[in-house]
């Protein structure tokens, strides 16, 4: 009885398509990280040709295939780590090909990623000075306009224009980048009476050129500056003034004539102003001080940063998505935060209108007409005599009125959820102890002059005396 043929073991070929991949990709990594080509060079060449990463693994399966076939073999399959080497090859060259066509400078300028690994993907920094002078011609005005880059205007003697630019780019090379810099210098022109200072960043495209420009101008000169991104600063004119800001901060100071800001993001900082403030748009930590006109600003959605106003020689007027406040006049200092407003030395008469603030103004004089929701409100007028009117409504949140011993006022004062307290023997208070009745204080002192009106759905009224001088002095 013959034996039974033992067929022979099947052969298995192992796979050299993934390897000759990696050997490929590292390749191009050791290109890149030996200074052979540059990181946008290595990213094109793979945004470009990566699809030739899967015609070459192709190749090597095709060889393989027929290999195994000579040689009575079962040819190698994709596998495992080979399925998940091919999704990562196809994820980031399809990604790579889409992102090759977007606009990596101006991406680089908005996410400001200079410095980190990224940066390489934009080429080398370098940096360049250009400086342009021109005559001015007689009655002529100042127009500053930049795409990227800070602007700062200063006084010089000389009746000329004097333009300094400090400009950064990149570029793959030192000859590409002198190029570029010889596109964008800066420009002076004039159209009729004005003259025009261009940056010019955006003659190469949006190639991420950043130029600070210096403007030497004689004092007695009306200046317009317009920016898309960067600081701008402007001290000393005789002479109106108006700034268009998307993103930076602006300080402005020292000018005679009015000021106009526009601005959609950044810090914002006036002083010494002769003339009218007007401020629109989106603005966050403000301050504005020594103003001898009227100041007025309306805001996109509401003040998220801090407000600062002190000595505003006439009227005051701020706009927001939930807050409306109206000065007379600001003789000390205004400051407003999210959620708490203080104001002393102020001049009425006196409207504000918000909610989720705690409100405190001290030494008011004139009318003051307060509505609040969700947050506390404290008066108290200034010691001059006859006071002014009175209306605080508040419907989450309690009132305090501090006022002068002598005042002479008639008051109404009515809380449906909480209590009353007066130091006035003068006036009548309720606090009633079934539930449903509002607690109220009413009456009258000396001769009822100033109209007195406090009203809170849910928080304690308080009608305070201030404390004589000595009594004061003694509890500090």
């Known amino acids: 009885m013959s034996s039974p043929t033992i067929a022979p ?142 602007i700062a205007v200063n006084v010089w003697d000389q009746n000329k224009v004097r333009v300094v630019g400090h400009k950064r780019l990149y570029a793959d090379s030192q000859k590409a980048a002198d190029e570029k810099s010889a596109k964008t210098k800066p420009q002076i022109t004039s159209e009729g009476t004005t003259v025009l200072v261009s940056a010019n960043t955006n003659a190469v495209g949006e190639s991420g050129v950043r130029t600070d420009l210096e403007v030497f101008v004689p004092r007695a000169l009306a200046v317009e500056i317009s920016t898309r991104k960067g600081d701008v600063n402007l001290l000393g004119r005789e002479g109106d003034v108006k700034v268009n800001n998307q993103r930076g901060d602006v300080s402005i100071e020292n ?45 996109n959605g509401d003040f998220f940063g801090s407000i600062s106003l002190s000595k505003i020689a006439k009227a005051v007027t701020l706009r927001s998505e939930r807050t409306e406040i109206d000065f007379a006049k600001i003789e000390g200092e205004l400051r407003m935060e999210s959620d708490d407003l203080r104001a002393s030395q102020v001049l009425g008469p006196v409207r504000v209108v918000t909610r989720s603030k705690d409100i405190h103004l001290n030494d008011v004089t004139g009318d003051v007409k307060v509505e609040n929701d969700n947050g506390e409100v404290e008066l108290q007028p200034a010691a001059k005599l006859p006071l002014g009117n009175f209306e605080i409504s508040n419907k989450r949140g309690s009132i305090m009125l501090t006022l002068p011993p002598r005042a002479n006022f008639q008051i109404l004062a009515k809380t449906d959820h909480g209590e009353v307290e007066s130091d006035f023997e003068q006036l009548k208070t309720i606090d009633p102890e079934e539930e449903g009745q509002a607690s109220t204080i009413s009456g009258t002192v000396g001769n009822g002059a100033s109209k007195v009106q406090l009203n809170s759905e849910y928080g304690n009224i308080e009608v305070k005396k201030v404390a004589p001088p000595e009594v004061a002095s003694k509890e500090l």
């Open 255 to 299: 000018v005679t004539g009015n000021t106009s800001v526009r601005m959609d993001r950044g810090s914002l900082r006036l002083g010494k102003i002769s003339g009218n403030v007007q401020v629109e748009g989106t603005v966050d930590n403000t301050e504005v001080a020594d103003v001898g006109g009227t100041v007025q600003m309306n805001v």
């Open 9 to 150: 073991p099947v052969r298995y070929r192992r796979s050299l398509a993934g390897p000759v991949v990696l050997i490929a990709l590292g390749v191009l990594f050791l290109l890149m990280t030996t200074n052979v080509i540059s990181g946008r060079q290595f990213f094109r060449l793979f945004a470009d040709f990566w699809p030739l990463l899967l015609v070459l693994w192709g190749v090597v399966k095709l060889v393989e295939h027929y290999q195994a076939k000579r040689e009575d073999a079962i040819a190698p399959g994709i596998g495992v780590g080979g399925g998940m080497l091919m999704f990562f090859v196809v994820v980031a060259g399809l990604a790579a090909s889409s992102a090759r066509h977007w606009n990596f400078n101006a991406m680089r300028e908005e996410l400001e990623i200079d410095g980190t690994p990224l940066a390489a993907v934009f080429g080398e920094e370098y940096n360049f000075d250009d400086e342009v002078v021109q005559d001015l011609p007689a009655g002529s005005s100042l127009k500053v306009v930049s795409d990227r880059g800070s």
